[in-house]
C-alpha cells in the first residue's frame, strides 16, 4: 500500500459519522490496486454541520469524489453542483465524482439494491413490489425501482414519523414516473398487507426490523402471507440472513439478502469514479480468504 502512493495519487474518501467501522477503504484500495488505478481511499469523522467545509476541502485538494453515510446524505446532496435523477428525486447522494471541478451527487442504494436483485436472476421491470420501510434506504429503493419501469410499489410503513416522509416519496415518484401505480399504507393495516402480498411479485424488507440486535424480529410474522413466485429481499446485511429470508426459504420463497445490495452499491460508485467495473469476484475472494 505504501508503494502505491505517490505524488501524482489521487484521494476519495468517506464523509459521515461515525465510519471507523466502514468496510469502504478495504474495498476500494483493494481495487485501485487490483486495477492499477493511482487512487487511495480514506475515511473522515465529518458531521452536518462539517459538510460545507468538507465539500469546500475535496474541490481544494482537487479530489476524485467521496461517499457520504449517516447522517450526511441529504445535507451533501444540498452542497453538490449538480444531481442525477434518482438523487434528485429523493434528495440525498451517496457518491459524488468530481468533474473537473462539478460535484455531481448520485444515489447508488437503490440502483445496488436493483443490480443485486437482477445477478439473482430478477427484474423489476412490470413487476408489483410491496417495500417495508420509508427510511433512507426503503426511499433510494422505491425511486430506484419506479426508475426501472415497476408496474406498482406499495409502501408499507408502521405508525411513525417515516410514514408521512412515505407519502411524500409517493407523491414525487406520482409526479416523475406517472405510470408506476404508488401508494402508502400503515403496517397496522394487516388485511391489506396480506391482500396486497398475495398479488405481488416481491417483498422488500427495507426496516431495521432483522437487523442486529433486533435479528429475531421480522415483520412478516404471520408465514401464510408467503406464496410460491413471491421473491422475498432484505436490505438487512447483519445478520446475512434474516429470520424473514429463512422463513420465506422455508415457505419456497426465493430469496435475496442485503449484502449484496451493499456490494453493488459500491462498484456502481467505483464505476462513477473510475469508468472501470469494480473487480466484484476478486474482491469478494479476497475478502473470504481474511
Ligand atoms: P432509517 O433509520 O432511515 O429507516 C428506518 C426504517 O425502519 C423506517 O422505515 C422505520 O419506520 C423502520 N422501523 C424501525 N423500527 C421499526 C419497527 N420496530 N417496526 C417497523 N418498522 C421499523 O434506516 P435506513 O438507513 O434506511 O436502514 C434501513 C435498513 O436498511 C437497515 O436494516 C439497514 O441495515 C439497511 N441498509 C442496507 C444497506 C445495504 O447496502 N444492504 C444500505 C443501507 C441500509
Known sequence: MEQRIKGTTGLLALFGSPVGHSGSPAMYNFSFQHDGVDYAYVC?????????????????????GFNVTMP???????????????????????????????????MTDGAGFVRNLK????????????????????TAIQVECAL?????ISIYNANDPFLERARGTAEKIKAEVPDCDVKVTCLDDQDQLRADIAEADILINATLVGMKPHEEGTLIADTAMFH??????????????????????EAGCKVVGGEGMLLWQGAIAYKLYT??????????AFKNAQ
Open 72 to 106: 450526511c446524505k441529504n445535507v451533501a446532496a444540498q452542497l453538490v453542483d449538480e444531481l442525477s435523477p434518482a438523487a434528485r428525486i429523493i434528495g440525498a447522494v451517496n457518491t459524488v465524482v468530481n468533474e473537473n471541478g462539478k460535484l455531481i451527487g448520485h
Open 275 to 284: 469508468g472501470l467495473d469494480m473487480p466484484v469476484a476478486e474482491y469478494q
Open 148 to 152: 426501472c419501469g415497476a408496474k406498482s
Open 228 to 249: 410460491e413466485g413471491l421473491v422475498v429481499a432484505d436490505t438487512v446485511y447483519n445478520p446475512l440472513e434474516t429470520r424473514l429470508m429463512r422463513e420465506a426459504k
Open 44 to 64: 473522515f469523522d465529518i458531521k452536518e454541520d462539517q459538510m460545507k467545509d468538507a465539500v469546500a476541502a475535496v474541490k481544494l485538494f482537487n479530489m476524485r
Open 119 to 138: 445477478e439473482h436472476g430478477v427484474e423489476v421491470e412490470g413487476k408489483k413490489i410491496v417495500v417495508l420501510g420509508a427510511g433512507g434506504a426503503a
